[in-house]
């Protein structure tokens, strides 16, 4: 019995079939066609998930999306980056595509993406053991998804997590979500590229430059874990998680940020919080999110 996972990115979408536990069978990757809408990004995740099923029913499909999601409907009720909303319902759409293959009637879960790669780390990878974990995806976006007492937490709407927009700096820069001083602004890859003078092209670039010793590259990820960390000393006095979970691209570059992350979230957090939280990157890479969206749907 195999159930599947898909997280749906800008760029790509990225479909697995999974035993259970987290035994991948088999993958496939496509463009997620974005530009186009959900309509399309709908018939992209149809055929993704009929290609990697290879002719089988699967026990569940999960699919991890970005935005706002109700769950409970199947329906994207926001998501600012893929036209074709508000309240798109991909849920209903999947199921008339899946109509007349092995898929039809398979259940079938939506949830947000980042709440999926929480869900992913939480169950398989740098989560598993702990019952409180937040986990910060660093990326195009900043994205967050919470588990407390072993339960993910979606809040009243369905959109806790959204750590990005955590206000680090009042009156601060402006976030591409139209407010000013949102983490997000600060912390996401063209803030930091843009931080550095724009030196080079990529947040990787940038961590190249800053291993070879350029001052510019090294201060753009001090200042980027500072900011990181006054968003997280908010986290561990709200919720005082066990753990603070970070993925996404930049998370590689842990090693040029992660002191100072540390240090300012200790010192502006609680002294028992701050002591008692591990901050470490998530061991899944880009399978957390399916894998996620896999267990939420049923494994």
Known sequence: MFSIGVDVGGTNLRAIRVARGTRIEARVKRPTEAALGWPA?????????????GGKRPAAIGIAVPGAIDDARGIVTESPNIP???????ARTLR???RGSSLRG???????????????????????GCNHMVLLTLGTGIGGGI??????????????????????????????????????????ANALVRSAGRIAKTPADLARLADRGNSRAREAFRRYGQNLGIAI??????????????????????????????????????????????????????????????ALAGI
């Open 147 to 188: 588990v407390v007492s072993g339960r993910l937490h979606r809040g009243a709407d369905g959109t806790a997590g959204e750590i990005g927009h955590v206000v680090v700096r009042a009156e601060g820069a402006r976030c591409p979500c139209g407010r000013h001083g949102c983490l997000e602004a600060y912390c996401a």
């Open 106 to 128: 398979t259940p079938l879960a939506i949830e947000n993406d980042a709440n999926a790669a929480a869900w992913g780390e939480f169950r398989f990878g740098a989560g598993r």
């Open 96 to 98: 008339k595509l899946f």
């Open 41 to 53: 990004v709908a018939c992209a995740i149809a055929e993704a998930v009929r290609k990697v099923a």
């Open 233 to 294: 000393a908010s986290i561990l006095n709200l919720l005082n998680p066990e753990r603070i979970v970070l993925a996404g691209g930049i998370s590689n570059e842990l090693d040029l940020f992660g002191p100072t992350l540390k240090a300012e979230a200790c010192r502006r957090a609680f002294a028992l919080p701050g002591r008692r939280a591990l901050i470490l990157k998530g061991t899944l890479g880009d399978d957390a999110g399916a894998l996620g969206a896999a």
């Open 84 to 90: 074709g909303g508000p309240d798109f319902p991909l």
